[in-house]
């Protein structure tokens, strides 16, 4: 098949919520129906329960679940689909963060009773920034839930895009009597606890058809003119440029446990949802069809068995062919590397391939080359990919050393495990401080534990209380030079050498900015 086929065929998204509102429970009714799997159950929720004394051990074990589970491969009505996991718990949000920079859309779940919480907000304003198309699946209808209404009106202010429902829910809870899919003006009945895969599907040609009162009766049916009027009214048709813009947001309803109204969300989103795309780098636009291969990494599992150093990292591919054993160039390296042993992930089976396509994500074995951001390609130059971001993280804490035989082992460890994004590391002078700086307070536990055990170095964490770290650009240099000198002890540096200023209140951030006018300070790297 030639590349543009490949192209065409496939999608490579995420799913993403705050936890329990039906993550796990979609991927899974996603993979019956790919065929991918056959029971129920055998998707493993990637959720890391905190429970009041850490249990190291269950952390060791979800990071093997998650790697299992870190990309869901397999085919739908001639497509090819690619679900990259993202972990639910907010301490690995920039985890979460550097996967949607690998996907070319998303499927954003929320809970009809919860409605849009924190978690849900942060994570569409990364999607905002990077404007991915959002479909939204509003999920457990079968509860008593909000009014729709109110969820749409919701979703538009806190997560700031504008939505269209494409479905819409007839009762909710114990008056749940089924979905009617606008887009495709049909009506799905709901039955509790279907395991089948074939629904109950009745076309409706018009919505004013007597029919339908037969159907659904005569009260739900009232109510469904009047809301479908009322939504006709209100809401512009919908339109699939605005979708692929990130302009606006399709919504579906459904209850994902039951498996209802997942198989409009799979057919809708196949229809509209983007091919894989190209991506910025300092080589300008690099498109899918470009005739070098080109991918870059966004994610490294390590040491899962910690007697060997073995690492994967996960490179989801940006443009032409990818073959086994084939030497590409290393964005960072002279040296060209090439791979034996370059794994897929279709269902849950790893498996060895000879060739991925754009869109695909596929597993490096690595042992200690790549970091977060890296890219590799083929042709005469090495290209890197622009905006695999940091965000600034929320807790800092200054990293000691406990044991002084061994400060080259926790050197090692902390620049390996930074490598690997499960936390920032700022670099402060004089004296070589270490400041690190993570989402959640569970990565420090994580970092001490395989400190320890993957590198024999103990550590201890002093808090630092640090507001954000700002990344500043500016066209005065000389004002940005004034800055550091004057504020020195708040200064660090990143993995990559740029200066960060680590502001430890609003208000001295403010101060900063009104003294120091031609700085722009950023809460984000990728400012460029
Ligand atoms: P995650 O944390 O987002 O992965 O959420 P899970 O998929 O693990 O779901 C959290 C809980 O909600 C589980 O107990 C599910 O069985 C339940 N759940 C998921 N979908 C539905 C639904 O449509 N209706 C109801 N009533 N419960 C659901």
């Given amino acids: 098949?030639?590349?543009?086929?490949?192209?065409?065929?496939?999608?490579?998204?995420?799913?993403?919520?705050?936890?329990?509102?039906?993550?796990?429970?979609?991927?899974?009714?996603?993979?019956?129906?790919?065929?991918?799997?056959?029971?129920?159950?055998?998707?493993?929720?990637?959720?890391?329960?905190?429970?009041?004394?850490?249990?190291?051990?269950?952390?060791?074990?979800?990071?093997?679940?998650?790697?299992?589970?870190?990309?869901?491969?397999?085919?739908?009505?001639?497509?090819?689909?690619?679900?990259?996991?993202?972990?639910?718990?907010?301490?690995?949000?920039?985890?979460?963060?550097?996967?949607?920079?690998?996907?070319?859309?998303?499927?954003?779940?929320?809970?009809?009773?919860?409605g849009v919480e924190a978690q849900t907000e942060r994570l569409m304003e990364v999607c905002r920034m990077r404007k991915t198309p959002v479909i939204v699946f509003i999920n457990k209808m079968d509860r008593e839930g909000r009014d729709p209404f109110d969820l749409l009106d919701e979703l538009e202010q806190k997560l700031d895009i504008k939505v269209r429902p494409l479905s819409w829910p007839i009762g909710i809870g114990h008056t749940f009597k089924g979905v009617y899919n606008i887009f495709d003006k049909n009506l799905n009945l709901f039955a509790a606890n279907k395991t089948k895969i074939s629904e109950e599907i009745i076309n409706v040609k018009d919505i004013n058809d007597p029919e339908l009162n037969e159907i659904i009766g005569d009260s739900a049916t009232e109510v469904l003119r009047e809301e479908m009027e009322l939504i006709n009214g209100v809401y512009d048709p919908f339109d699939p440029e605005e979708y692929l813009r990130g302009d606006i947001a399709p919504v579906f309803f459904g209850s994902a446990v039951n498996n209802f109204g997942v198989k409009e969300l799979l057919e809708a989103f196949l229809r509209i949802?983007?091919?894989?795309?190209?991506?910025?780098?300092d080589h300008g636009f690099i498109k899918p069809l470009d005739k070098n291969f080109s991918g870059f990494v966004f994610k490294i599992h390590a040491n899962l068995d910690p007697k060997h150093r073995d690492r994967i990292a996960f490179l989801r591919i940006v443009s032409g062919k990818f073959e086994r054993?084939?030497?590409?160039?290393?964005?960072?390296?002279?040296?060209?590397?090439?791979?034996?042993?370059?794994?897929?992930?279709?269902?849950?089976?790893?498996?060895?391939?000879?060739?991925?396509?754009?869109?695909?994500?596929?597993?490096?074995?690595?042992?200690?080359?790549?970091?977060?951001?890296?890219?590799?390609?083929?042709?005469?130059e090495a290209i890197n990919f622009k905006g695999i971001p940091s965000f600034s993280p929320e807790i800092f804490m200054e990293l000691e050393n406990r044991d002084p035989m061994k400060s080259k082992q926790l050197d090692k460890g902390i620049k390996q495990l930074t490598d690997e994004g499960v936390a920032q590391l700022f670099i402060q002078q004089p004296g070589n401080r270490k400041i690190v700086g993570t989402v959640g307070q569970l990565q420090f536990e994580v970092i001490s534990y395989r400190l320890e055990h993957e590198y024999g170095a103990k550590c201890a964490f002093t808090p630092k209380r640090y507001y954000k770290a700002c990344w500043m650009t500016t066209d005065n240099q000389k004002q940005l030079e004034e800055f550091i000198r004057a504020k020195t002890v708040y200064i660090a540096k990143d993995k990559d050498d740029n200066y960060v200023f680590l502001a430890e209140t609003p208000f001295l951030l403010q101060m900063a900015q009104t003294d120091y006018p031609d700085i722009t300070f950023h809460f984000t790297s990728d400012f460029k």
């Fill in 1 to 114: 098949m030639s590349i543009e086929k490949e192209v065409e065929k496939r999608r490579t998204f995420a799913i993403i919520s705050h936890p329990d509102a039906g993550k796990t429970t979609l991927t899974e009714k996603l993979l019956l129906f790919g065929g991918a799997i056959q029971t129920a159950g055998a998707v493993k929720n990637n959720k890391i329960e905190k429970t009041a004394t850490s249990d190291f051990m269950e952390i060791e074990k979800q990071r093997g679940i998650s790697v299992a589970t870190s990309v869901m491969a397999f085919e739908y009505g001639g497509k090819q689909i690619n679900i990259l996991d993202t972990p639910g718990h907010k301490d690995f949000a920039e985890d979460t963060y550097r996967t949607l920079t690998a996907v070319d859309s998303v499927i954003l779940i929320i809970d009809c009773a919860s």
């Fill in 325 to 380: 054993n084939t030497f590409y160039n290393h964005s960072r390296n002279v040296k060209k590397m090439k791979f034996s042993n370059p794994t897929s992930f279709m269902a849950q089976d790893k498996s060895v391939i000879d060739e991925a396509y754009p869109g695909d994500v596929i597993g490096l074995y690595d042992t200690g080359s790549f970091k977060i951001g890296d890219s590799i390609s083929s042709g005469s």
């Fill in 273 to 281: 949802s983007p091919h894989p795309r190209g991506r910025d780098s």
